[in-house]
T-cell receptor, first 115, second 116 residues
Framework: KNQVEQSPQSLIILEGKNCTLQ??????????LRWYKQDTGRGPVSLTI?????NTKSNGRYTATLDADTKQSSLHITASQLSDSASYIC??????????????FGKGTKLSVIP | EAGVAQSPRYKIIEKRQSVAFWCNPI?????LYWYQQILGQGPKLLIQ????????DSQLPKDRFSAERLKGVDSTLKIQPAKLEDSAVYLC??????????????FGEGSRLTVL
């Protein structure tokens, strides 16, 4: 059964500090992995996508990594800001034929950035 | 470009009552999804439409939940009768043709249901 596990479940950090969120998956065959940011009371928004051939990708202060061999991804946030307070959800897409695919969602990591 | 529109944003009902949620996807997006997100958890797929046909409804509690997407655009999700455990946020999402893109979903802001 495809699974996506995220850790930690929640995290509190001081403004300006860095943090790293983890995502482990068992989805196979693998197509891609996305990190979504979900602000309180809003729908998730895609931050970045990682494909099989990509190891690292940056989007401003967000840097995602992927190790397809160990089936692990991380999201590193640098110099955190209060606006980074949100839930971060890891979503893995399974590659399948006939043009269809399945998405497996993690439960998310709730990040709180405090002044 | 307009995003995914959902209504109502909030709904409070008593158990055994019925409720309906509406979703208008991004123009041109063939695939539409309804997700249930219980507090503290990730979204769980309820149903996926490709145009106006159902692709996956394996996790939809069909004894009480129903969904339709007439004319391949707007969609409604209905719960009848509601149970306490249905309290959740119902997220609608859309994407380009399901099999020809990277799988990015564009979500609406959700409809928060409280069942008393």
């Amino acid at each position: 059964k495809n699974q996506v596990e995220q850790s930690p479940q929640s995290l509190i950090i001081l403004e300006g500090k860095n943090c790293t969120l983890q995502c482990n998956y068992t989805v196979s065959p693998f197509s891609n992995l996305r990190w979504y940011k979900q602000d309180t009371g809003r729908g998730p928004v895609s931050l970045t996508i990682m494909t099989f051939s990509e190891n690292t990708k940056s989007n401003g202060r967000y840097t995602a990594t992927l190790d397809a061999d160990t089936k692990q991804s991380s999201l590193h946030i640098t110099a955190s800001q209060l606006s980074d307070s949100a839930s971060y959800i890891c979503v893995v897409r399974e590659a399948s034929g006939a043009g269809s695919y399945q998405l497996t969602f993690g439960k998310g990591t709730k990040l709180s950035v405090i002044p | 470009e307009a995003g995914v529109a959902q209504s109502p944003r909030y709904k409070i009902i008593e158990k055994r009552q019925s409720v309906a949620f509406w979703c208008n996807p991004i123009s041109g997006h063939a695939t539409l999804y309804w997700y249930q997100q219980i507090l503290g958890q990730g979204p769980k797929l309820l149903i996926q439409f490709q145009n106006n046909g159902v692709v996956d409804d394996s996790q939809l509690p069909k004894d009480r939940f129903s969904a339709e997407r007439l004319k391949g655009v707007d969609s409604t999700l209905k719960i009848q009768p509601a149970k306490l455990e249905d309290s959740a946020v119902y997220l609608c999402a859309s994407s380009l043709n399901g099999g020809k893109n990277t799988g990015e979903l564009f979500f609406g802001e959700g409809s928060r249901l409280t069942v008393l």
